[in-house]
């Protein structure tokens, strides 16, 4: 007979294991970068810098406010936080950010820090120009030297505040290195995450807010600077955390605020789903075991406690025991022998005690009426008194021996 008839029920197997198969593919499949209208973008793991996504982001571009993160990596590197600075005439162009500073008040670097970070101010930048070299224009050409110092190619200054000028640009990759770098200094990170402040040591108090809205409106954003101009477009350098993770945006070229502010949300949100947290070790899991020379026996050793850690996609957490391979009873249950490491691409992501998994006793000397114990059979009573009587009598046969005396 013919078997066309089973092939369509063959098909429809085939097909069902196809479809059975494909959710497990997708699931295990990252998800992909979103599209993004800014003219560049980049988006990199603030731990350990890896570049998660990215658009054209060697390319130098005007850079607008930006520009003012080196001029804040300078004021911290070359001035006293409560130094008192003069402010000097400004003469500003309408739209300007500005701190609002009067010419000859005298404010503190940690206050027009703040008001150069938060409210973007431009008047705040050349008094801490000023403060730092002596002139904008000098304090240009120290831009430059630090920009080559931290490897920053793609990156140009003609002035501490970010006006369009020829020379002045930069690229996504070399913005977020500078605000990497600087988020190693403690104040820096507590300026650009905070939402509004007020300055007391001008000539009157002053609260300003911070330009970055997504600081206010969104608690896991922590930083960094905004910035426009007719040649840059909307710029944002924004960092967040969640899951233990620190992720930093780069968009350049924006065409509007809410846009500049939608695509960073969106590549740090495409960021943070490839983490997720894994566990390393599991409490009272066996991690290895170590010789017991003195009791002939292997001992397990566990872990006290269960050890977690946030991975990216693609990523193994790596286990090592650092614990004797030989330990001498006796030896208590739970007693700590050594310590598990997981590590993540080389770096210790936590630690858990290793512990003896179970008691251990010496083995018994040998002795005779061991040897004895150990030969005879029956309850170990009985052959403890058969050990003993069998003792005596040998002691009683030698006394005998030696009262007689030679014969």
């Not at 945006?249 to 605020?257: E, H, R, T």
Request: glycine residues 10%.
């Amino acid at each position: 007979m013919s078997q066309a008839p089973r092939r369509p029920w063959r098909i429809v197997c085939l097909a069902l294991a196809v479809l059975a198969l494909c959710p497990a593919q997708a699931a295990a499949s990252p998800p992909q970068p979103p599209d993004i209208p800014a003219k560049a973008w980049l988006l990199i793991d603030a731990g350990d810098h890896a570049r998660l996504a990215a658009h054209d982001p060697d390319t130098s571009r005007a850079m607008a406010s930006t520009t003012k993160l080196m001029t804040a990596y300078l004021s911290l590197r070359e001035l006293p936080l409560k130094k008192m600075l003069t402010a000097p005439a400004y003469h500003p162009i309408p739209g300007e950010s500005l701190l609002g500073l009067e010419p000859g008040e005298r404010m503190t670097v940690r206050d027009l820090l703040y008001g150069l970070l938060l409210p973007s101010g431009n008047d705040a930048a050349v008094t801490l120009a000023d403060g730092v070299a002596g002139s904008t224009e000098a304090f240009a050409a120290q831009m430059n030297q630090a920009a080559r110092r931290l490897g920053l190619d793609e990156t140009s200054y003609a002035n501490p505040i970010g006006l369009d000028a020829p020379g002045n640009y930069t690229s996504p990759r070399d913005l977020a290195s500078l605000a990497l770098t600087l988020r190693r200094n403690a104040l820096f990170r507590r300026i650009v995450n905070t939402p509004q402040t007020t300055l007391h040591s001008g000539d009157h108090p002053r609260t300003i807010s911070n330009h970055n809205d997504l600081v206010i409106s969104h608690p896991w954003i922590n930083g960094v600077k905004t910035g426009y101009t007719p040649d840059a477009g909307n710029v944002l350098v924004a960092s967040g955390t969640q899951k233990g993770v620190t992720l930093l945006s780069v968009v350049m070229g924006a065409p509007s605020i809410p846009v500049r502010d939608s695509d960073s949300l969106r590549l740090l949100d495409y960021g943070f789903s490839l983490y997720s947290t894994k566990q390393a070790v599991r409490g009272g899991e066996q991690l290895a075991s170590a010789r017991v020379p003195n009791a002939g026996v292997r001992l397990p050793l566990e872990a006290r406690g269960g050890l977690s850690a946030t991975v990216r996609h693609g990523q193994k957490i790596d286990v090592t025991v650092h614990a004797p391979k030989s330990i001498e009873a006796p030896i208590h249950r739970g007693q700590r022998v050594g310590v598990a490491r997981a590590t993540l691409a080389g770096e210790t992501v936590g630690r858990v005690p290793v512990v003896a998994g179970r008691g251990v006793r010496p083995a018994p000397a040998s002795s005779p009426i061991a040897d004895v114990d150990d030969v005879l059979p029956g309850p170990r009573s009985v052959v403890w008194l058969i050990g003993v009587g069998l003792v005596a009598i040998v002691i009683l046969i030698g006394t005998a021996l030696v009262r007689r005396g030679p014969g």
